[in-house]
């Protein structure tokens, strides 16, 4: 089992919808939750992060944690088309000195106008 | 955008030669980060460093070597570059927090082709 999953996609949402992104992770020791977008051919670029259960919002993105479930989601409402990129998720892990992050493979999102 | 430069930003070069990428930062972090992504695995940790002259090995570091002289550089070095080792490598940098662990900033990233 991969310690971070999430649906390869392409997620297709019409402008305007929302879009749902998922990830399950197997570490439950995990404390630390990070969403990255990264458009082709760029660096990831940090999103959001999350420490404690329950939904955190910043302007059209919320991150929803659920650590009883493993489970880290994001919400994007009034998708745009600039939105369209590949979605990571990122989950730290204790790690000798400090910790990791474990990269999901990343869910590619397409906002069609 | 988090001071990070990587250099180069391309390189080709063959198989048998030792290849040596920088990572500069200019926000005085603590951790530094050296991952390799490639189609189908996504990000992998190479090797990381937690201070000048403190490294330690990520999940991928077979053939990989690092430096970290100073607080603001962080070598990775390919000391024979193998087909294999092709791919795109990120340098990341976080600070430290006692409570929780802080994000990865990363740089723009440097495109490797061993032919």
């Known amino acids: 089992q991969k310690e971070v999953e999430q649906n390869s996609g392409p997620l297709s949402v019409p402008e305007g919808a929302i879009a749902s992104l998922n990830c399950t992770y197997s570490d439950r020791g995990s404390q630390s939750f990070f969403w990255y977008r990264q458009y082709s051919g760029k660096s990831p670029e940090l999103i959001m992060f999350i420490y404690s259960n329950g939904d955190k919002e910043d302007g059209r993105f919320t991150a929803q944690l659920n650590k009883a479930s493993q489970y880290v989601s994001l919400l994007i409402r009034d998708s745009q088309p600039s939105d369209s990129a590949t979605y990571l998720c990122a989950v730290m892990v204790h790690y000798n000195q400090g910790g990791k992050l474990i990269f999901g493979q990343g869910t590619e999102l397409s906002v069609k106008p | 955008d988090a001071g990070i430069t990587q250099s180069p930003r391309h390189k080709v070069t063959e198989t048998g030669t030792p290849v040596t990428l920088r990572c500069h930062q200019t926000?005085?972090?603590?951790?530094m980060y050296w991952y390799r992504q490639d189609p189908g695995h996504g990000l992998r940790l190479i090797h990381y460093?937690?201070?000048?002259?403190?490294?330690d090995k990520g999940e991928v570091s077979d053939g990989y070597s690092v430096s970290r002289s100073k607080t603001e550089d962080f070598l990775l070095t390919l000391e024979s570059a193998t087909s294999s080792q092709t791919s795109v490598y990120f340098c990341a940098i976080s600070e430290v927090s006692a409570a929780v662990a802080q994000p990865q900033h990363f740089g723009d990233g440097t495109r490797l082709s061993i032919l």
């Open positions: 926000e005085n972090h603590r951790y």
């Open positions: 460093s937690y201070g000048v002259k403190d490294t």
